[in-house]
């Protein structure tokens, strides 16, 4: 069984950056496939960005270039740093884990998931 514990969430203005964090518990951490969703009010779970154990990484076309993720598996925690934060990032954003160790995109493939942190972006 996984933990995962999120956390940096808060009120930014556009423009501005958060570092997101997600603390997971988990003797094989190293091997997971890391990933980070989001969902705005009345909106379906999106992807944001995934990262596998030996680091490759993918991002929604919507935050590309804007928002870096990253891993320190000594610390069994994934990071998402957001830059150039926009209104439309609004969200509460998710942490998963997957014990495959392929980059993914679908939601329904990760096996555990956060509680949750919100991001409010002032216009």
């Known amino acids: 069984q996984v933990q995962l514990v999120e956390s940096g969430g808060g009120l930014v203005q556009a423009g501005g950056s958060l570092r997101l964090s997600c603390a997971a518990s988990?003797?094989?951490?190293?091997?997971?496939?890391m990933a980070w969703f989001r969902q705005a009010p009345g909106k379906e779970r999106e992807f944001v960005a995934t990262?596998?154990?030996?680091?490759?990484?993918i991002y929604a076309d919507s935050v590309k270039g804007r928002f870096t993720i990253s891993r320190d598996n000594a610390k069994n925690s994934v990071y998402l740093q957001m830059d150039s934060l926009k209104y439309e990032d609004t969200a509460v954003y998710y942490c998963?884990?997957?014990?495959?160790?392929?980059?993914?995109?679908?939601?329904?493939?990760?096996?555990?998931w956060g509680q949750g942190t919100q991001v409010t972006v002032s216009s």
């Open positions: 998963a884990a997957s014990t495959s160790i392929w980059i993914i995109r679908s939601a329904d493939r990760y096996d555990y």
């Open positions: 988990g003797r094989t951490f190293s091997s997971y496939t």
């Open positions: 990262i596998t154990g030996s680091g490759s990484r």
